[in-house]
């Protein structure tokens, strides 16, 4: 049984940082390509970052520069650095194979950024 943990969000103010984790189990993250979501209110969920099993990362435009996906293949976890955050970040944020697999949706991690 697959499940994905995330966990680390919160409430920052603008121009702060956050770390996310998203904890595997059920699978080996290192074999298989992870993205990390997020959905606003009133918005469609879109992937943010993603890392291949070979390691290549993608960005979302308006997210480059700012937030770093990496991977820990002995803690068998993705994480997503998210840099210089903006009130536009807030969101639910969710980790998922990429392409996506619906029965993978956990619940997910809350972030606010503040202006």
């Known amino acids: 049984q697959v499940q994905l943990a995330e966990s680390g969000g919160g409430l920052v103010q603008s121009g702060g940082s956050l770390r996310l984790s998203c904890v595997a189990s059920g699978i080996?993250?290192?074999?298989?390509?992870?993205?990390?979501?997020?959905?606003?209110?009133?918005?469609?969920?879109?992937?943010?970052?993603?890392?291949?099993?070979?390691?290549?990362?993608?960005?979302?435009?308006?997210?480059?520069?700012?937030?770093?996906?990496?991977?820990?293949?002995?803690?068998?976890?993705?994480?997503?650095?998210?840099?210089?955050?903006?009130?536009?970040?807030?969101?639910?944020?969710?980790?998922n194979l990429e392409p996506y697999y619906d029965t993978y949706w956990g619940q997910g991690t809350q972030v606010t950024v503040s202006s």
């Open 28 to 95: 080996w993250v290192r074999l298989r390509g992870v993205g990390w979501y997020r959905q606003a209110p009133g918005k469609q969920r879109e992937l943010v970052a993603s890392i291949s099993s070979g390691e290549e990362t993608k960005y979302a435009d308006s997210v480059k520069g700012r937030f770093t996906i990496s991977r820990d293949n002995v803690k068998n976890t993705v994480a997503l650095q998210m840099n210089s955050l903006k009130p536009e970040d807030t969101a639910v944020y969710y980790c």
